[in-house]
């Protein structure tokens, strides 16, 4: 008997693995979102019809306009069927007056979870604990957030970090921390001595060292 090919290891800035999984809005592929250019949020939650999950939705839920005006594609996804998630999703749609628009993926067979290495068996082997990927238009990926079962996440970082993400690919800079849109950003670092003397002639920028000078962009 031949030994079954393990998954490939996700890593920052490689590719995301290409599916194909049904979902509530029937199947999906990956790669249908990413060669439209579209930026992917791939995240996953323990179960349906539990209550941290359920927050999460309503929040992803009323973000979705701020996504969409970022070029983003939310794709939820957990061990359930599809049936139960259009029931989870028609109840959180009910109780809390918000449309969830974007597809969950109906992952039963575990194909997408234990190809993105979502089931992580000392917490749970038939649940996804919380991960978030952020892939981009290349399909490649560029963060990766893993959160325990019992903490809810926060959908105002993940669009955070959206910002900084594609701030820094428009403008081949860096972010500080507690980086909001609008703020400064980091000039890469003078690789020689020369170019270090030079900064401190450029009043395009602030130079605290000179390892470390901002920017407006």
Not at 151 to 171: H, P, S
Not at 206 to 215: H, I
């Amino acid at each position: 008997m031949t030994d079954q090919a393990s998954p490939p290891r996700i890593t920052l800035g490689g590719p995301a693995p290409d599916f194909e999984q049904n979902s509530t809005h029937g199947p999906i592929k990956l790669s249908s979102y990413t060669s439209k250019g579209k930026w992917v949020i791939l995240f996953s939650h323990p179960a349906d019809f539990t209550p941290v999950c359920t927050t999460e939705f309503v929040g992803f839920a009323k973000l979705v306009p701020e996504f969409e005006r970022r070029g983003v594609q939310l794709i939820g996804l957990s061990i359930d069927s599809v049936f139960s998630h259009i029931a989870w999703v028609r109840n959180i749609e009910e109780t809390f007056k918000v449309s969830v628009p974007f597809p969950v993926l109906a992952d039963l067979d575990q194909k997408v979870a234990q190809l993105y290495g979502m089931v992580h068996q000392p917490m749970n082997a038939t649940m996804t604990v919380r991960c978030v990927f952020v892939i981009d238009p290349k399909q490649n990926v560029r963060a990766m957030i893993y959160y325990p079962m019992q903490a809810g996440r926060n959908m105002d970082e993940i669009l955070r970090l959206i910002d900084a993400l594609q701030t820094v690919d428009a403008n081949a800079c860096a972010t500080p921390a507690n980086w909001r849109k609008g703020d400064e950003v980091i000039v890469p670092p003078p690789a020689t001595c020369d170019a270090a003397r030079q900064r401190e002639k450029d009043p395009s920028v602030k130079m605290t060292q000179w390892y470390l000078s901002t920017k407006k962009v």
